[in-house]
């Protein structure tokens, strides 16, 4: 079992930076890729980026290349997605998610957090 918790959301001007944090729960989350997923209002939640458990391997969806990074902390059983040079169109509710499969559909994941809300303004 895999408890995650997200922090580090909130309102950010637009060309501004946040940082948001996954903390996991469990003895196994090196055994996890990663994943940060969003979703806005009206619209399906998609991959934004992830990482394969030993940090080794990342991707990002189109949109973010270049602006977002994620990245893993293995001992303190924690991932990062950094943001930066953010955009209005980056609002949305940032999900943490572990999986065992690399091109999972997003209602594949094993284990989800709350989300955290992030509001880029113009």
């Known amino acids: 079992q895999v408890q995650l918790v997200e922090s580090g959301g909130g309102l950010m001007h637009t060309g501004g930076s946040l940082r948001l944090s996954c903390a996991a729960s469990?003895?196994?989350?090196?055994?996890?890729?990663m994943a940060w997923l969003r979703q806005a209002p009206g619209k399906e939640r998609e991959r934004v980026a992830i990482?394969?458990?030993?940090?080794?391997?990342?991707s990002y969806v189109d949109s973010v290349k270049g602006r977002f990074t994620i990245s893993r902390d293995n001992p303190k059983n924690t991932v990062y997605l950094q943001m930066n040079s953010l955009k209005p169109e980056d609002t949305a509710v940032y999900y943490c998610?572990?999986?065992?499969?690399?091109?999972?559909?997003?209602?594949?994941?094993?284990?989800w957090g709350q989300g955290t809300q992030v509001t880029v303004s113009s």
């Open positions: 469990g003895r196994t989350f090196a055994g996890y890729n």
């Open positions: 998610a572990a999986g065992r499969g690399w091109s999972l559909d997003v209602t594949d994941y094993d284990y």
């Open positions: 990482i394969n458990g030993s940090g080794g391997t990342t």
